[in-house]
């Protein structure tokens, strides 16, 4: 199976009483490969969260389909099996956390799942392990950092063994060490379980090192590329308000002075030499 | 001022008290109960203190920090020890003024302030010394039985366990919503009754629509983790019925065997 999730044709809109439904996508198609590490971009309202809460049968599309590792989500009997594959993470970590101690919370899904005690321990560990939060597991959860919560949220996604886990702006509360560590753990679990990460965010710079970025603007994708090629276009980024990294920026302006650099060195260190290179030609 | 307030405090241990199985120590508190109010006389009450005594002991639970829960309901215990004092009819101790203290009225009050001492004190040693998830275990694995006449068990044991869950993060809450209304100029503080419950509304208000918020994105969260329901869910830490609790359970049932024997007795 090569895609973890295929949105064919799919549309969704709220329904309100006495007032016109309101289309946040129409006509979407998008699929996203097994072990991928995507980021999909956006302001604010521009649908990004509604279409992720679309990729584990949360919400449903009210026109077309939704393939998650070829189960329809329309399915109800695949539900169980679709949320098994697909785990998701949200934006703020003391809302979803259910249990007043670390461990217990790990063991959620997979008590919820009837797996076996022995098993349960073994997986809890090996996912609180995987977020560093290991010696944490007898603390409660409201005493623990934001970054500390939000990584113990990941870590019951985790002990799922999800195939797949979508984090719908999981470092929008924190603060920036936080974020860090967070962002830290996101990267890890592509490269170390091998699952297709979907990251949902309007932080650019969280963005720089995945596989494939798409920028959502007023519910259709405007952009899907590489990172570097995405960030590449940035008055296509400015005209629907998000700001590109301050890499970019920079090189950006120097070239709107007249130099010309390649837009695509994304990391400090590219940036630096990029301007080294075309002060300094060898 | 918020953060005093602590509802079934825990004071992690690892006595046998705390080891025992929390079915064990909910059944103890029962049959304590029941023994504390069928006392007949002095040897019934002085046999409860002992078995309580000899359980706090065994807890290793300060008595400072017991006399702690026991203060906040002070006024209680002296208006109810008042009241049977004055108003016991027997032999005339003491007489000024319309009020009249008794023999039967002081052995009353002192045996009623006993008791309710007595009674809160070993209510306590259980939330003292059983983690409120382990509590709410208990509880639904005791109830158990009334599942097969479709009670909501397991959904009233959930729904304990996550009001636990989420009191520290209300109270912050709170705390938070309270300090933005002050930087405004709402004043909780001056005022009389009337006044000073109407100043608590912009604080409810906010507040339950925070919570309302928190529960729909936590029933989200909760179903995104395959939550449906208590059918065929396994435990990551299942309870375990031990040799110790079998003592325990033996030491509650004589204890209650004991104080109703020397009830018959009138002791």
């Known amino acids: 199976m090569d895609h973890a999730i295929e949105v064919k044709d799919a549309s969704f809109s709220y329904e309100q009483t006495e007032a016109e439904p309101v289309k946040v996508f129409e006509h979407l198609d998008l699929s996203i490969e097994q072990g991928h590490f995507v980021v999909i971009l956006g302001h604010n309202g521009c649908g990004k969260s509604t279409l992720a809460k679309h990729f584990n049968a949360i919400l449903l599309p009210s026109g077309g389909t939704l393939y998650v590792y070829g189960m329809d989500t329309k399915n109800d009997r695949d539900l169980i099996p679709i949320r098994r594959s697909v785990g998701m993470v949200f934006q703020n970590p003391d809302n979803q956390i259910v249990s007043n101690v670390v461990e217990e919370d790990v063991a959620f899904a997979l008590e919820n799942l009837g797996i076996p005690t022995e098993e349960i321990r073994e997986r809890v560990d090996a996912a609180l392990n995987a977020v560093g939060m290991l010696e944490f597991r007898r603390h409660a959860p409201h005493r623990l950092s934001g970054g500390q919560k939000q990584r113990v949220a990941i870590a019951g996604v985790l002990a799922m063994r999800p195939q797949c886990i979508v984090l719908d702006e999981p470092t929008a509360m924190l603060d920036p060490v936080g974020r860090k560590e967070v962002i830290e753990i996101i990267r890890e679990l592509g490269e170390k379980f091998g699952v297709t990460v979907v990251l949902i965010t309007h932080h650019m710079r969280e963005a720089v090192n995945a596989d494939r970025v798409i920028v959502m603007n007023g519910g259709e994708i405007i952009a899907d590329d590489t990172p570097k090629r995405v960030f590449s276009q940035v008055e296509l980024l400015r005209s629907v308000g998000l700001a590109v990294p301050e890499t970019t920026e920079l090189l950006y302006a120097l070239n709107q002075e007249g130099w010309d650099l390649p837009l695509d060195a994304l990391s400090v260190e590219d940036c630096a030499q990029a301007i080294y290179s075309a002060v300094c030609p060898a | ?267």
């Open chain 2, 1 to 267: 001022m918020l953060k005093d307030i602590t509802i079934g405090q825990y004071f992690p241990g690892d006595t046998p008290i705390h080891r025992m199985d929390p079915r064990t120590k909910i059944l103890n508190v029962i049959f304590y109960i029941i023994a504390l109010f069928s006392c007949g006389g002095i040897v019934g009450y002085v046999l409860v203190l002992a078995y309580l005594i000899a359980a706090v002991r065994i807890s290793r639970i300060k008595l400072k920090t017991i006399l702690k829960g026991v203060k906040p309901l002070i006024i209680i215990i002296i208006f109810t020890a008042l009241l049977n004092m004055f108003y016991t009819p027997g032999n005339e101790l003491v007489h000024f003024w319309r009020l009249t203290i008794t023999d039967a009225g002081l052995k009353n009050a002192v045996l009623m302030v006993a008791r309710i001492i007595m009674l809160i004190t070993g209510t306590f040693l259980l939330t003292y010394t059983t983690s409120p998830i382990t509590l709410t275990d208990g509880l639904e694995l005791l109830l158990n039985p009334l599942k097969k006449l479709h009670a909501p068990v397991h959904e009233l044991a959930m729904m304990m366990s996550i009001a636990l869950r989420f009191i520290p993060t209300l109270i912050e809450e709170t705390d938070k919503i309270m300090s933005a209304q002050k930087a405004r100029g709402a004043d909780f503080e001056t005022g009389n009754l009337i006044q000073k419950a109407k100043a608590l509304i912009p604080i409810l208000v906010p507040l339950f629509v925070s919570a309302f918020r928190r529960a729909d994105e936590l029933a989200t969260a909760m179903e995104c983790r395959c939550y449906t329901g208590g059918e065929g869910r396994t435990r990551l830490n299942p309870l375990h019925w031990q040799r110790l609790d079998t003592i325990g359970l033996i030491c509650g049932i004589v204890l209650l065997t004991g104080v109703i024997v020397l009830r018959q007795f009138g002791l």
